[in-house]
């Protein structure tokens, strides 16, 4: 595959990369200016004309990943005196941390305002999965950062998501969607767990989530009616407008008390490591 397929699948499974380019040479070097080749915390694809060039290059792309930066990063190399490179000619190399989105979205149900979330969240920088037990429930096209599935026991899923996904329970099915809610609520580490309905819903629903056991504390995380306060639109799309908008909301809060990422720059020293 080309460099940009790679990235678009690696995307798709929400593994972060590098982007190494082979920006400028000068003299004689293995390959020629504009070779790319992809890093990943455990793979390589492609090449920059191997040897230790991209050994050390391989290096640096994967300490820029445990670094968190999202900064570019040029180095110049000397082959012959700094790697020992009989070839003796100079390149720099650039180095580009490829992250995927950082909002993970697990959406159930395929009904009318997933359809019109979906069209929303298909345009902001997140990764959607798009799940439904009903056959033929998708349209037939789907936005690229969303990965659409049918599931005969969509419940199950939820045990399979990333820790820190949102989770939006809008199915066909009542029954269904305490199903999966409750599954998504055992779960301390989803963040948000969104549920279609209004507050007698939500009650109603509480009371079956204290009899399957539930505490209080995981109960509380439920968000029922979802969407921002002041939406009160009940067509497809302004639903999907005034969830879109909590999330992105409640993205922007988690972020706020994150530890801020650590910052790394490999001098000579550490490239000799």
């Keep these: 595959m080309s460099w940009i397929d790679t990235l678009r699948e690696l995307a798709r499974e929400g593994t972060p990369a590098v982007l190494v380019t082979l920006l400028a040479v000068r003299g004689s070097t293995p390959r020629e200016a504009g070779c790319k080749m992809v890093v990943t ?51 720099s190399v650039l180095f580009e941390a490829i992250r995927p989105a950082g909002l993970h979205v697990a959406l159930f149900g395929a009904g009318h305002v997933g359809r019109a979330l979906v069209g929303l969240l298909g345009t902001l920088d997140c ?14 096209d789907v936005p690229a950062n969303v990965t659409a599935r049918t599931e005969p026991a969509p419940a199950d899923c939820v045990a399979m998501l990333p820790a820190g996904a949102f989770v939006l329970v809008m199915t066909h099915d009542h029954a269904l969607d305490c199903e999966i809610a409750a599954a998504a609520l055992r779960r301390a580490d989803l963040p948000y767990v969104g549920l279609i309905g209004s507050e007698t819903k939500r009650a109603r629903f509480v009371a079956r989530f204290k009899r399957a056991g539930l505490t209080a504390e995981q109960i509380r995380r439920l968000v029922c009616p979802i969407g921002v306060d002041g939406a009160g639109g009940k067509a497809p799309a302004e639903i999907a407008i005034a969830v879109a908008a909590q999330l992105l909301q409640t993205r922007d809060a988690l972020a706020a008390f994150a530890p801020a990422p650590r910052t790394f720059f490999a001098g000579p020293e550490e490239m000799a490591r």
Excluded: K, Y
């Design 127 to 140: 990764r959607v999965r798009w799940i439904d037990s009903r056959e033929r429930a998708f349209p037939s």
């Design 41 to 91: 915390a455990s793979a390589t694809h492609g090449t920059i004309g191997g040897g230790n060039l991209e050994f050390q290059s391989v290096g640096q792309a994967r300490l820029l990943l445990d670094g968190g930066t999202g900064t570019p990063l040029l180095r110049d190399f000397a082959l012959g005196p700094e790697l020992g490179q009989c070839c003796g000619g100079n390149a």
